[in-house]
């Protein structure tokens, strides 16, 4: 006989995943104490352990759900393009509708999580999860690289997570949305010369 999470444990255990993710990629994971995300997600420190033993365990849930919430969304925004260019094309747009706060399902922005949960914490697992946050983005990006060029489709990846970095950064620490426009600009001068 299976058993099944009642409706309220599920969502208990969402708001404490929520409300932890909401602070920490605010503030950061290390300024944010564990009754301050109990008293965000209102469950009591009992419910907390039952989900997450330690810390480190509801931070990995918090990068799970990121990950699979900013993956489905690009993804979502790239089938809506014909493989190749204009999928990328639409990956940089994408990241400016992000970068400008017309994401709602991603929240405000204040930048990559994972690069700043990977800068801020040093687990192996926390760094494995951010790892392989990267990896998974660039198998979304891979098949329209490798239809534009089959020979240069790594090199081409490189180039375009340096840019959305490079975007990342700019956007969030001088509040530029544009910035992913300024690197589609230059991905679009790469791509032309690469062809």
């Known amino acids: 006989m299976s058993h099944t ?22 503030r950061g994971v290390h300024q944010v104490g564990i009754n301050e995300v109990l008293s965000a997600a209102g469950v009591a420190k009992k419910t907390l352990y039952h989900h997450f033993p330690a810390k480190q365990e509801l931070l990995l849930a918090v990068l799970e759900q990121r990950a699979t919430a900013w993956l489905d969304w690009m993804a979502g925004r790239l089938s ?3 493989q190749g260019a204009p999928a990328l094309q639409c990956f940089f747009l ?13 929240h405000s922005f204040h930048g990559c999580f994972f690069t700043k949960v990977a800068l801020e914490v040093q687990d192996p697992a926390v760094q494995a999860r951010c790892q392989q946050f990267r ?3 660039a198998a979304l990006l891979m098949p329209h690289l490798q239809c534009c060029w089959p020979q240069q489709a ?3 990846l490189d180039f375009m997570l340096l840019l959305k970095d490079g975007a990342e950064t700019q ?3 001088q509040a530029v949305p544009a910035a992913a426009l300024r690197a589609l600009s230059l991905w679009q001068l790469s791509a032309r010369a690469a062809a």
């Open 5 to 26: 999470a009642t409706p309220t444990v599920v969502d208990k255990k969402q708001q404490l995943v929520s409300a932890a993710f909401q602070l920490f990629y605010q």
């Open 80 to 82: 809506q393009q014909p």
């Open 94 to 106: 994408a990241l400016h509708d992000w970068f400008a706060g017309e994401v709602p399902q991603l």
């Open 135 to 137: 990896l998974d983005l």
């Open 154 to 156: 790594a090199a081409q």
């Open 171 to 173: 956007a969030a620490l």
